[in-house]
């Protein structure tokens, strides 16, 4: 490639851009969500099983999470325009497959590509944004596809929960696809694109490398769960997942001191606020990860809730998002994100903490869980914005691509992890006393967020 960073064209397109990033990440989000709930559905058509249950689910999240810095880096070489609707296209398909599979096995393959999608349109969203908007404007924009994004995920277990007790579990991937047949239009839409002059080929090693690590890594933490630490499959996973992110970085230097065209420049993290942000990021999403996995199966196990009320009685987060995301990221890029970023996690822990009231008697939703949320729910929507901005805002234009994946590939890995640990700070079930202590590690995590964005954070002006 040797066309000049072309810039101006998606600025003149900035609704349409918002529109697509918005749609794009809303339907993935939705997606990796609202299929939970279907699963018992699935299970009594297809059969299987355990195993599909868990495959169905897996097998998305582990071609989403181990080619999302791969995507990244195809985002910067070919353009955003593009990454994202081949990622739509992809995704678009495999949800009809997955409508349609007469088998578990096909959903699951269904399931996979649905993956590769996800991560092809997961960093060029946020890419094209930092495009298209500058200054106060573009942290704006971010707070509104925060808000909707995020909201996709909260959603989906209750969207999830309608649609499987109304018209059936297929319905759910038809759900995904209807979106992405209005946004493909759109995208044509776009005249613009962003480009790299400066990146004439794939890192092909470091891709390898890549995929091989996180992959391996969000196997092994999925698969330990069903199987244990100790299974071979979990061990192996893990260890050639670790050893092939060891090796990643030293492979990247090689491929920088040669100039050549790595898939991660390193060079981002000499920016303070990308370095900073992607270790808050590291703790918060830890940290939120497990909040809203065990107030629901707490909800649902311990107060009996039916499902779909407990996809209602965790809502308060997404009506905080939509309602104060956009009008944070205005005042985050007018004053800077940090002490939004410090403040934000600090009342999220304060909610986590409130939820230490709650006891035996499912009243104790109204005193404890209810406040407790919407106090979380405030806290993310007055951190998430900032935090995005400050980690982009941080990171060259021609290299939003690869940096919007390093910060996705830091959130995705930061919940798996917690998930994963989740038994063991429950205590092997879900009870009052293992909420009580899954709160408490919860806050720990959001407070380090706070003071790690409170000392490490610069507000250092916005490009304009």
């Not at 890995?413 to 919860?442: C, F």
């Not at 706070?450 to 002006?461: L, Q, T, W």
Request: charged share 10%; hydrophobic share 60%; glycine share 12%.
């Amino acid at each position: 490639m040797t066309a000049p960073a072309a810039t101006a064209p998606l600025r003149d397109d900035r609704r349409v851009v918002l529109l697509v990033a918005i749609l794009a990440s809303f339907v993935v989000g939705l997606d990796s969500s609202v299929v939970n709930v279907a699963l018992p559905a699935i299970r009594r058509e297809l059969g299987g099983g355990l195993v599909v249950q868990q495959w169905t689910v897996d097998a998305y999240l582990v071609t989403l999470g181990s080619l999302i810095l791969v995507a990244g880096s195809l985002s910067d070489l070919f353009g955003r325009v593009r990454i994202i609707r081949w990622g739509l296209v992809v995704f678009g398909v495999a949800s009809v497959v997955c409508a349609i599979a007469p088998t578990g096995e096909v959903l699951v393959v269904a399931r996979a590509f649905q993956g590769v999608g996800g991560a092809l349109v997961t960093p060029s969203a946020l890419a094209l944004i930092v495009a298209a908007f500058r200054g106060a404007a573009q942290a704006k924009a971010i707070g509104s596809w925060t808000a909707w994004s995020s909201a996709a995920s909260i959603l989906g277990p209750v969207v999830g929960g309608l649609i499987v007790d109304g018209i059936g579990w297929r319905w759910i991937f038809v759900v995904t696809a209807v979106p992405i047949a209005v946004t493909i239009p759109l995208v044509r839409r776009i005249s613009g694109d962003v480009v790299t002059g400066d990146r004439p080929r794939v890192d092909v090693i470091g891709a390898v490398l890549a995929v091989v690590g996180v992959g391996g890594v969000v196997l092994g933490l999925i698969e330990q769960e069903r199987l244990g630490w100790g299974a071979p499959v979990v061990v192996a996973a893990l260890v050639l997942g670790a050893a092939s992110l060891v090796a990643f970085v030293p492979w990247e230097l090689r491929v920088t001191r040669t100039a050549g065209s790595p898939l991660v420049p390193l060079e981002l993290f000499r920016a303070r606020n990308f370095t900073v942000g992607n270790l808050a990021t590291l703790s918060i999403y830890g940290a939120l990860g497990m909040v809203f996995f065990v107030v629901t199966l707490f909800l649902q196990e311990v107060w009996d809730f039916p499902a779909w009320v407990a996809g209602l009685a965790t809502l308060p987060p997404t009506l905080m998002l939509l309602a104060l995301s956009t009008t944070v990221g205005s005042f985050s890029g007018r004053y800077g994100p940090r002490w939004f970023m410090a403040a934000g996690p600090a009342v999220a822990a304060v909610g986590a903490l409130l939820m230490l009231l709650a006891g035996d008697d499912p009243a104790g939703y109204w005193w404890s869980v209810l406040p407790g949320l919407v106090l979380i729910g405030a806290g993310i929507a007055t951190m998430v914005t900032p935090l995005t901005s400050a980690v982009l805002g941080s990171v060259p234009q021609a290299e939003a691509g690869a940096g919007s994946a390093v910060n996705n590939a830091v959130a995705r890995i930061a919940g798996l992890v917690t998930v994963a640990l989740a038994g063991v700070v429950l205590g092997g079930g879900v009870s009052v006393d293992g909420l009580h202590r899954a709160m408490v590690v919860m806050a720990l995590l959001l407070a380090a967020g706070a003071v790690v964005s409170a000392v490490g954070i610069r507000n250092a002006p916005l490009r304009s």
